[in-house]
Every structure is written in C-alpha cells, then in structure tokens.
C-alpha cells in the first residue's frame, strides 16, 4: 500500500510545552495513543490561499521530497487539521510564515494504513482561537515533553518528541538550517 501524505502541527507553548490529544478507541489508525493534531492532505489543500506564505527555510525543507504545490499543500493541512481538530487557527486563511520544518516520518511497508507525514512547528503565539476540540482528540490539552514520553505511545510520536528535544537544544539561529533533514523510516533516522 502506497503511503498517504499528511501533515502534523507540533504547537509550542514555552519551548516546555505541546498540544496533543488522544486519538479515540474506535480510530483505525493509532487508537487510544496521544498525538499530534493532523491529517492527510486534501486536493483543495494544494491550491487553497494563503494570508502569508511559508519561510524560505521551511519551503525549502518541504521542497526536497515534494513538488511545490505538494510542499503548499502539507502546510496548509496542518493548520486545516489544527482547526478542525483543536479549535485553534492559524488565521483564515491561514499565515503560514510561523511554520518551521521539524522532521518526516514514513509509515514501514506492510502496514494495512501508511503515512508519509510530515510534522511541522509553530509557536503557541502564532495561534488563535479557544481550545476545543472536534471530539477526534480527547484530553487535548499542552503536555510537557518529559510528561508526553512517560505515556505509551506509538513509535512515531515518540520519534517526533525526540526530534523536537534536539531541535530545541540547538541555538535558535541554527535551527531549520540543517544541511540534512531527518527522515524516519525502516525504524530508523536518515537524512534526506
């Protein structure tokens, strides 16, 4: 089965916190595990306009294993996602020029339900709106990072965490500026 794209939002609240929830038991894909808000990528999310585009950085990171309009597309369902999931808005339409390139996770063959999803950052700043979610996350709420890791999740969103500690420790002007971009697949980190 051929991997979908999607797109995750990592919502950053004091570079201690994160908004996640908890994805519902009778979900296909990863229930009953704490997540990030996201989804796959809808045809109208590709041409769908913007108030302001992405950084150079961030499209240049989303460029490199995906064409423009797909690039586009991936930012636009992550704040798409952001809103029909938490109630939170990056604006309408949304101002995409918040977003930084975190990582990609690829779904391993052989999985009856495969993502290549990209997640991307933003600061809680960048968002408005009141905290209410769409009944697909429960318990949504910021989670600290060391509180999120003693959970049980899925591999994925334990990568991602991870990612987002080391791209934390980095000096702020070196973040995005990463020669090689992590990719997770086969159950391992590369770079792209």
Not at 32 to 45: Q, Y
Not at 147 to 168: C, F, H, M, S, T
């Amino acid at each position: 089965m051929r991997a979908r794209h999607a797109a995750s939002l990592v919502v950053l609240a004091d570079e201690a916190r994160m908004l996640m929830g908890l994805r519902g038991a009778r979900h296909r894909f990863m229930p009953n595990k704490l997540v990030f808000p996201g989804g796959s990528v809808d045809r109208a999310d590709l041409t769908a306009p913007v108030a302001a585009p992405l950084p150079g950085a961030t499209r240049t990171a989303l460029e490199r294993a995906a064409n423009p309009a797909l690039a586009h597309g991936l930012a636009v369902a992550a704040a798409r996602e952001l809103e029909e999931e938490t109630g939170l808005s990056l604006g309408r339409p949304p101002a995409l020029d918040g977003l930084h390139y975190l990582c990609r996770m690829v779904t391993p063959p052989g999985n009856p339900i495969r993502f290549n999803a990209r997640f991307l950052l933003v600061d809680a700043a960048a968002v408005s709106g009141t905290l209410a979610g769409s009944g697909e996350l429960e318990e949504l709420r910021f989670y600290g990072i060391e509180e999120a890791l003693g959970y049980d999740l899925a591999e994925p969103q334990r990568r991602v965490i991870e990612r987002l500690k080391a791209w934390l420790a980095m000096p702020p002007g070196v973040r995005g500026a990463e020669r090689g971009l992590p990719v997770f697949r086969r159950r391992r980190w590369a770079e792209e």
